[in-house]
């Protein structure tokens, strides 16, 4: 099974977004053997994610289930086969590990925090989650139309 993760900060807004969203893509899409998960570089443990986070991603469509935050270890960036960070300055504290990517690397732009802005801020942000999520599912479909 190929582990894709998702980082950014404290795992409340960003990546567990963008976690949702994908995981929902490829389920819809058929796709199966693809783990996606998201964690946080100072994130504590068992946080619910954001309200602002949940109320965007229900705005989309999306159908956010009972998540809880996580730190990313060494262990976990290990684990996985593909490690997304929301921005650069995230993927320069993990660069040391394995298949390391900034989300500039995949759509050009970085995934900037919501954390504090209103509901707006959060709306923005999920759409740019969504619209990078589209262009990894792309890929993902091609990879496996390869194999």
Do not use: W
Request: hydrophobic share 35%; net charge positive.
């Amino acid at each position: 099974m190929k582990r894709i993760l998702f980082v950014c900060t404290g795992n409340t807004c960003r990546s567990p977004m963008a976690e949702v969203i994908l995981k929902t893509k490829l389920k819809l899409s058929g796709i199966r053997g693809i783990s996606v998960k998201s964690a946080g570089l100072t994130a504590t443990d068992g946080e619910k994610m954001s309200k602002n986070s949940l109320r965007a991603l229900k705005l989309l469509g999306y159908k956010p289930y009972g998540f809880k935050s996580s730190r990313a270890t060494g262990a976990t960036l290990i684990k996985s086969d593909v490690v997304i960070c929301m921005t650069r300055e995230h993927k320069s504290h993990i660069s040391n590990f394995p298949n390391v990517f900034a989300m500039s690397e995949i759509t050009g732009y970085d995934i900037a925090d919501p954390y504090g802005g209103d509901i707006n801020v959060y709306v923005k942000t999920s759409h740019e989650i969504e619209d990078a999520c589209n262009i990894i599912l792309q890929k993902i479909i091609e990879e496996k139309g390869e194999k």
